[in-house]
C-alpha cells in the first residue's frame, strides 16, 4: 500500500436546488491515515459532505484535496476512494468473490492479482468460506463485513463510511466497532467515518468534527471535546447522559443557582463577573456528599435507573430549565431518557452515582458539587466561558 | 364482540356465496374457450351448430392437419416477426429505463414523457406515412420493416417497464458501483442487468403478444408471402363458407406461441433478485 494522504476540505458549501444550504463554509483537514468521525445530528449535513468527497454529490463553492490532488470537479469513478455504505449496497446477483473484486476489476486489475487480493481481505475478515455466496445467503454482521472486504480490497486513499454500523444490533456493533478500530490501526488508512451515534464517535474518532445545520462546530480529540466544549451544542451533544443545564448567575467569585453557591474556578474571567450564564455540569460532575468542604446540592430523586456497577438518579433542581435551539438539537439526537429533560417546568438533572450508594425514589440525597467540574456558557450566544 | 361473533357466524355462508358468485362468472367467460376446444378437437364430420355445446364423441386431430399447411407459412413469419421485436425493443427499452431512472440527464423529466406520448399514438393515424417511409427504406419486401416497426412502436411501454423497475432499485447499489469504478454502461451491465429478469419477463410477454398479434402493419407493410399468422388466421376464417372446426382449430394453433412466452417467461416473475443487496 502507498504513503497515506490526507483530505483537506477548504470552504466546501452545498446548496441543493430550492436553496437549502446544507453544508456551510465547512474547513476541514483530516491529517494522512487520520482516522476522523464527522457527527451530529440528523440533517446536520455530515452526510452530504460524505458524499461530496466521494464525488456522488456535486460541490456548490470550495474545494476538495485528496493528497496534493484538486478533485473536487472529478467523477467517483476518477477519486482512489473506496465508500462503505450504510445500507452496504451488495451486489445482489454476485457472489461474495465477485463482490470484493468488482472495484479491482472495474480498475482493471489483473486476473491474478485480484483473486490474490481477495483471498487476502477474505482471509483478515473471515469470509473464506463464503466467498461463493450470494449476499442473500449472508447474515446481516457478514454482509457488514463484505462491504467493509469491498472498500479494503482496493487498497484506496482513503475510506469513506457512511454509518456502516448503524444497520446491525447492539452487541454485534460493539464487537464490529473494535474491529474497525484494530483494522485501522492495521492499515492506517485515512478515514472518514460519518455517524449520529456520539458513543461511536467518541470510541472510533483519533478527531471528532462535530456539525450543526451545516456548520463546523468544533473538530477536537474526544477527550478535548468532552472537557472543552466550545459551545452550547457540543457539550449537549457530547456525553450519554447528556451535560446537565440550568440558568444561574455568576456574582462576586461564585455561581448561584438553586440556592447553592459554588466559587469559580480562580483565575478565571468568571471569577471577577457579575452577569447570567448558564451553568453544565455532567452526571458524572457530583460527588457524594461528605465532609470535604464542597458546596452541597440537596435532591429527591425522581426515577433511579439500574446500571449495575452505577445508578443514573433523576431529580428536578428548583432553578430555571434551559431550552434553547441548541440544547434541543442535541437532546433530539440522543436517547429517550434523554428527552425526560425536556417538559419539566423546572429543571432536571441526571445524575450518575455510584452502585453501592442507597438511593431510594423519594429519599433526600445530598451531593457535593466540585468547582472544576462546572461548564460556563454565554446564554445569548452559546459560547463557551471556560 | 356480539357483531364480531355474529359477523364469524355468518363468515362461512357469505364467503360460499361469494365464491359461487365468482366461479359462475369465470364459467361464462370461458364458455368461449369451451367452444374452442370442443369444437376443433371433434371429429369434422360431427360439427354443426346444434351439437356445439356437446363433448366431442371420440377425439379427432383432423381440423389441425387440415388448417396446419395454411398456417404455417404465417406461423413462421411470425415468429421471425416477433422474437426480435420483443428482444431487441426490451434491450433498448432496459437502456432507456435504465438512464431515466438512474443515471439522470438534465431535461430528462421532459423526455421521459415524450417517449411515453408513442403509445397513445393509434396505429391507424401514422399507417400511410409509417409505409411511406419503410416503402422509401425499402424495408417493404420482408420483414425487416415490420420487424423495425414493431421495435420502435415498443419502445414507450418497454422504457415505462424498465424505468420504473430501475427507479424501485436503491440508489446506493448504483453508487457504490460508482465509487467502485464502474461508468455508465459498465453500471448497466453489471449491476442494472443482472437484476433486471423480471422486468425482462414483462417486456417481452407484452411486446411478443402485442407483435404477435397485431394484423394491421402486418398486412399493410409486407407481401403476401411474409403475411404474419394474423393475416393467415383471418383468411381461414373470413373465407366463404366458415368450416368451424377449422377456423377453432387455427385460432388455437395461433395462440399457442403467446400462451407458451407467458408460461416460460413468467418463472422470471420471481421476487428476490435483490435479496441480500441492502441491511441485515
Known amino acids: 500500500m502507498g504513503e497515506a494522504v490526507g483530505i483537506r476540505l477548504e470552504r466546501i458549501t452545498k446548496r441543493f436546488r430550492g436553496g437549502v444550504v446544507a453544508v456551510n463554509e465547512v474547513d476541514l483537514e483530516v491529517r494522512p491515515g487520520e482516522f476522523m468521525v464527522l457527527v451530529g445530528p440528523s440533517g446536520c449535513g455530515k452526510s452530504t459532505l460524505l458524499r461530496m468527497v466521494a464525488g456522488l454529490e456535486s460541490v456548490t463553492d470550495g474545494t476538495i484535496w485528496l493528497g496534493e490532488k ?40 489483473a486476473k491474478q492479482e485480484r483473486e490474490r487480493r481477495v483471498a487476502e481481505v477474505a482471509d483478515v475478515l473471515g469470509l473464506d468460506h463464503l466467498l461463493d455466496r450470494r449476499p442473500a445467503a449472508l447474515s446481516g454482521g457478514q454482509r457488514q463485513r463484505v462491504a467493509m472486504g469491498r472498500a479494503i480490497v482496493r487498497e484506496p486513499q482513503a475510506f469513506l463510511m457512511d454509518e456502516p454500523l448503524s444497520n446491525l444490533d447492539a452487541k454485534l456493533r460493539v464487537s464490529m466497532r473494535a474491529q474497525l478500530s484494530l483494522l485501522h490501526q492495521r492499515l492506517g488508512t485515512t478515514t472518514i467515518y460519518v455517524t449520529h451515534d456520539q458513543i461511536e464517535a467518541m470510541t472510533l474518532g483519533q478527531r471528532v468534527a462535530v456539525l450543526r445545520d451545516g456548520v463546523l462546530q468544533q473538530c477536537d480529540t474526544p477527550p478535548r471535546l468532552f472537557r472543552q466544549p466550545v459551545n452550547l451544542f457540543v457539550a449537549a451533544f457530547i456525553g450519554s447522559p447528556s451535560m446537565n443545564f440550568v440558568s444561574a448567575t455568576v456574582s462576586r467569585g461564585a455561581v448561584e443557582f438553586a440556592g447553592v453557591r459554588v466559587p469559580v474556578p480562580t483565575g478565571s474571567e468568571l471569577a471577577t463577573a457579575d452577569r447570567r450564564v448558564i451553568l453544565g455540569i455532567r452526571p458524572t460532575g457530583f460527588g457524594v456528599a461528605s465532609s470535604n468542604g464542597l458546596p452541597t446540592l440537596s435532591v429527591v430523586p425522581e426515577i433511579v435507573e439500574e446500571l449495575g456497577d452505577e445508578r443514573n438518579v433523576i431529580a428536578d433542581v428548583d432553578a430555571p430549565r434551559v431550552d434553547t435551539d441548541a440544547t434541543r438539537a442535541a437532546v433530539d439526537a440522543q436517547t429517550a431518557d434523554d428527552a425526560l429533560l425536556l417538559p419539566a417546568e423546572r429543571a432536571r438533572f441526571t445524575i450518575r452515582v455510584p452502585g453501592d450508594l442507597p438511593v431510594t425514589v423519594g429519599e433526600p440525597l445530598t451531593l457535593s458539587i466540585s468547582p472544576d467540574r462546572l461548564y460556563f456558557f454565554d446564554p445569548d450566544s452559546g459560547t463557551s466561558l471556560s | 364482540m356480539t357483531t364480531r361473533t355474529a359477523r364469524r357466524a355468518r363468515g362461512p355462508y357469505l364467503r360460499a356465496a361469494r365464491y359461487l358468485v365468482l366461479f359462475l362468472f369465470g364459467c361464462l367467460f370461458l364458455l368461449p374457450v369451451y367452444a374452442l376446444l370442443v369444437t376443433s378437437l371433434k371429429d369434422p364430420a360431427s360439427v354443426s351448430v346444434v351439437t356445439m355445446w356437446e363433448l366431442p364423441g371420440k377425439l379427432s386431430m383432423d381440423s389441425f392437419r387440415a388448417v396446419w399447411p395454411k398456417l404455417q407459412n404465417g406461423f413462421v413469419n411470425s415468429l421471425i416477426l416477433a422474437i426480435p421485436a420483443s428482444i431487441i425493443s426490451s434491450i433498448l427499452g432496459a437502456a432507456n429505463g435504465f438512464v431515466l431512472a438512474k443515471w439522470r440527464f438534465p431535461g430528462a423529466d421532459f423526455v421521459f414523457p415524450v417517449i411515453l406520448f408513442g403509445m397513445f399514438i393509434p396505429y391507424q393515424a401514422i399507417l400511410i406515412p409509417m409505409f411511406r417511409v419503410i416503402a422509401s427504406m425499402g424495408l417493404n419486401r420482408d420483414l425487416s420493416g415490420l420487424i423495425l416497426v414493431h421495435i420502435i412502436y415498443g419502445l414507450p411501454i418497454t422504457t415505462l417497464i424498465f424505468r420504473s423497475y430501475f427507479a424501485s432499485i436503491s440508489e446506493e447499489l448504483i453508487e457504490a458501483a460508482k465509487v ?18 423480471p422486468a425482462f419477463a414483462v417486456a417481452m410477454i ?75
Open chain 2, 180 to 197: 467502485d469504478g464502474a461508468g455508465m454502461l459498465r453500471t448497466f451491465f453489471f449491476v442494472a442487468l443482472p437484476i433486471a429478469p
Open chain 2, 206 to 280: 407484452w411486446q411478443f403478444t402485442s407483435a404477435w398479434n397485431d394484423f394491421l402493419f402486418g398486412i399493410v407493410l409486407t407481401r403476401t408471402e411474409y403475411w404474419p399468422i394474423t393475416v393467415a388466421l383471418n383468411n381461414i376464417a373470413g373465407a366463404q363458407t366458415v368450416p368451424f372446426n377449422e377456423a377453432m382449430a387455427s385460432a388455437l394453433l395461433a395462440c399457442v406461441p403467446t400462451v407458451l412466452v407467458y408460461v416460460l417467461l413468467g418463472r422470471f416473475f420471481m421476487r428476490g433478485l435483490m435479496a441480500g443487496a441492502l441491511k441485515g
Open chain 1, 70 to 109: 484538486d478533485v473536487t470537479e472529478d467523477l467517483p469513478q476518477e477519486r482512489d476512494v473506496a465508500m462503505v455504505f450504510q445500507s452496504y449496497a451488495l451486489y445482489p446477483r454476485m457472489s461474495v468473490r465477485r463482490n470484493l473484486g468488482f472495484g479491482l476489476r472495474m480498475r482493471g486489475a
